[in-house]
Nanobody, 119 residues
C-alpha cells in the first residue's frame, strides 16, 4: 500500500496563488508518475497535470497551461502543483494520484484538498 498526504489547499481571491503538496509513503517500489486531478462541484473528476518520474516529462490540461506548474522532489517522493492566476473555475477538490512502475493499472489516491477561488 502507498499512502498519499495532500496539503496546501485553501481559499484565495481570483488572481491569487496556491501551492499544493502531495507526499507519498509506504510500499514505494519505483514511482512511475504522479498527477493532480480535480473535481469541481457537481462535475466529474478531471486530470489537471501529470509528471513522469523518469525523464521528468509533464502534461497539462489546456485550461491550466501557462498558469499551473507541476514539479517533483524525487528524494522526498513528493509532487507539487504551483497554481498561479487562479480563476473561479479552478474551484474544486484537488486529488493527488500515484502510480508505481510495478503496476501502473492500480493507482493510489489522496484524500483530496479543497481549493476555493472567490472574491
Amino acid at each position: 500500500q502507498v499512502q498519499l498526504v495532500e496539503s496546501g489547499g485553501g481559499s484565495v481571491e481570483p488572481g491569487g496563488s496556491l501551492r499544493l503538496t502531495c507526499v507519498a509513503s509506504g510500499n514505494i517500489i519505483e514511482i512511475y508518475d504522479m498527477a493532480w486531478y480535480r473535481q469541481p462541484p457537481g462535475k466529474e473528476r478531471e486530470l489537471v497535470a501529470v509528471i513522469r518520474w523518469s525523464g521528468d516529462s509533464t502534461y497539462y490540461t489546456d485550461s491550466v497551461k501557462g498558469r499551473f506548474t507541476i514539479s517533483r522532489d524525487s528524494a522526498k517522493s513528493t509532487v507539487y502543483l504551483q497554481m498561479n492566476r487562479l480563476k473561479s473555475e479552478d474551484t474544486a477538490v484537488y486529488y493527488c494520484q500515484y502510480r508505481d512502475s510495478s503496476n501502473i493499472f492500480q493507482p493510489y489516491w489522496g484524500q483530496g484538498t479543497q481549493v476555493t477561488v472567490s472574491s
